[in-house]
């Protein structure tokens, strides 16, 4: 096949194009749904602002979604802990009829909302909802995040239809309207590509106004198969210029915590390293000799 980039549908059902027409169809509309994203990022932004200030606090990020929405939640969620080191007890996933151990996702539990409002209220003071319905109105989305703001707890939410129920209700409302899809209602495409970046794009920024990104490197990684301790020894490495045989000694005296293992392979003790950590709420920049920082946006 002559692939010649992304083409329009037109008025063609997607099934009635030629193969190479409906793959450039369907490259079109992910690319489309990009561009909807750009449209979000100052509500993207602020929405990171509020789960990086609930991590900080130690207050705990709840991701609540069903169906499609659910699993680009649960990809989100899950990265956290091993990217930027956010404690497993900080993050929680409610997906409507728990998450999938095989292939099926009941429809029926996305209109549930007994399961929805019995997690949001294991909710506490402090704790922020990221809430995502690719229409804005699934029920299980919507009760999770009415029963969050009944006990004043910070909701943020997606969705894909401009003006939807769960927008209006939210505290920071990120609107991605991706409009029609090509196989029409099949939000696994557009929409849940926009929901992607854009959870994407929000949880990346909050690492980064944590701390937990230091010249562009994952520096709170925590590096637990070979090819993750690999990674933190280069880390490691580039920031303080040392061999790989001191960035390992680092590593493994610091237990494999990346940000300890850089100050000890800048001769500083273990104790004080990890006081200093502490005292600079987990921002390496500030424990770092002058030479060697970058100075990271604030919370």
């Known amino acids: 096949m002559n692939w010649s980039g992304p083409q329009q549908q037109g008025d063609h059902p997607i099934d009635a194009l030629s193969r190479e027409s409906a793959l450039s169809a369907m490259l079109s509309s992910h690319m489309a749904a990009l561009n909807v994203v750009a449209g979000a990022c100052l509500e993207i932004d602020l929405a990171a602002g509020r789960v990086a200030a609930a991590l900080a606090a130690g207050n705990v990020l709840h991701y609540a979604a069903a169906g499609s929405s659910g699993l680009m939640a649960l990809a989100d969620a899950c990265e956290l802990p091993g990217t930027f080191g956010v404690a497993a007890n900080q993050v929680r996933i409610c997906m409507a009829g728990g998450v999938p151990v095989n292939g099926v996702m009941p429809g029926d539990t996305e209109d549930g909302t007994d ?4 997690a949001a ?6 704790d922020v909802a990221i809430v995502i319905s690719a229409s804005g109105t699934t029920p299980f989305a919507v009760a999770f995040a009415e029963a969050a703001i009944s006990q004043d707890n910070s909701v943020i939410a997606i969705a894909n239809v401009a003006g939807a129920r769960l927008l209006e209700i939210a505290d920071v409302a990120v609107a991605l309207p991706t409009g029609v899809e090509v196989i029409d209602g099949s939000t696994r495409l557009g929409a849940g590509t926009a929901q992607k970046v854009a959870l994407n794009m929000m949880s990346t920024q909050a690492g980064i106004l944590l701390g937990h990104v230091h010249d562009g490197l994952m520096v709170n990684l925590v590096p637990d198969n070979i090819k993750l301790r690999q990674r933190a020894a280069r880390i490691v490495m580039q920031i303080t210029s040392v061999t790989e045989d001191v960035a ?9 915590n990346t940000k300890l293992a850089i100050l000890i392979a800048l001769g500083i003790s273990p104790e004080i390293a990890r006081t200093r950590l502490d005292g600079a709420s987990g921002r390496l920049s500030d424990c770092l000799p002058a030479a060697t920082r970058n100075t990271p946006p604030t919370i």
């Not at 390992?248 to 494999?256: F, I, K, Q, S, V």
Request: proline share 0%; charged share 30%.
């Open 121 to 126: 209220r294991e909710m506490t003071a402090g």
């Open 115 to 118: 399961e929805a409002i019995a």
């Open 248 to 256: 390992e000694e680092a590593l493994t005296r610091a237990g494999y």
